[in-house]
T-cell receptor, first 117, second 110 residues
Framework: GAVVSQHPSWVICKSGTSVKIECRSLDFQATTMFWYRQFPKQSLMLMATSNEGSKATYEQGVEKDKFLINHASLTLSTLTVTSAHPEDSSFYIC?????????????FGSGTQLSVL | SQQGEEDPQALSIQEGENATMNCSYKTSINNLQWYRQNSGRGLVHLILIRSNEREKHSGRLRVTLDTSKKSSSLLITASRAADTASYFCATGQAGTALIFGKGTTLSVSS
């Protein structure tokens, strides 16, 4: 199946700093990628839909100025958590569809565990 | 927002036993998918069942779908310790994001 690579796997940062998470589709092009957030022992909550070459679409309640998404190429989307605070500590996961063959199922990155001190 | 509920929230069984997880959803669907998540990792697609299908098999997995009740079940037969993970159902329209249920945490002990 298609491969989605996400980096870093984990990051620890001080409160007030910004953290960038990268999501790459390795063997296919992804015009759309999806960013999810997951708290311990909970489900995935959709944060935003990242669209190549245009603005991301954010879910209700997600601050677009807090979670900056850039999808500058067909294989790379980035999520930047700006001025991170302890409440932003969470597991962030990106995903994409391989529209060549699998237009319905999602392929996921391995996730990024963010800990803000 | 989340699509619905899964039950049980947690399930502990012995190796060799069958594990059944249920999922309910709220809106009409084109298909329903099941995913697996190992602790601290991304999700892996297991199986997709379309709205016009009632049952589907893949290896030791069996999925049923009842659109009249807006529910689905995932059965894992002859469970192994390696099946220990969280399992999520998900729905969504083609081209859009998937909305996930709350998940069932399965623990299989040897």
């Amino acid at each position: 199946g298609a491969v989605v690579s996400q980096h870093p796997s984990w990051v620890i940062c001080k409160s007030g700093t910004s953290v960038k998470i990268e999501c790459r589709s390795l063997d296919f092009q992804a015009t759309t990628m999806f960013w999810y957030r997951q708290f311990p022992k909970q489900s995935l909550m959709l944060m935003a839909t990242s669209n190549e070459g245009s603005k991301a679409t954010y879910e209700q309640g997600v601050e677009k100025d807090k979670f900056l998404i850039n999808h500058a190429s067909l294989t790379l989307s980035t999520l930047t958590v700006t001025s991170a605070h302890p409440e932003d500590s969470s597991f962030y996961i990106c995903s994409a569809r391989d529209q060549r063959t699998e237009n319905e199922k999602l392929f996921f990155g391995s996730g990024t565990q963010l800990s803000v001190l | 927002s989340q699509q619905g509920e899964e039950d049980p929230q947690a399930l502990s069984i012995q190796e060799g036993e069958n594990a059944t997880m249920n999922c309910s959803y709220k809106t009409s669907i084109n298909n329903l998918q099941w995913y697996r998540q190992n602790s601290g990792r991304g999700l892996v697609h297991l199986i997709l069942i379309r709205s016009n299908e009632r049952e589907k098999h893949s290896g030791r997995l069996r999925v049923t779908l009842d659109t009249s009740k807006k529910s689905s079940s995932l059965l894992i037969t002859a469970s192994r310790a390696a099946d220990t993970a969280s399992y999520f159902c998900a729905t969504g329209q083609a081209g859009t994001a998937l909305i996930f249920g709350k998940g069932t945490t399965l623990s299989v002990s040897s």
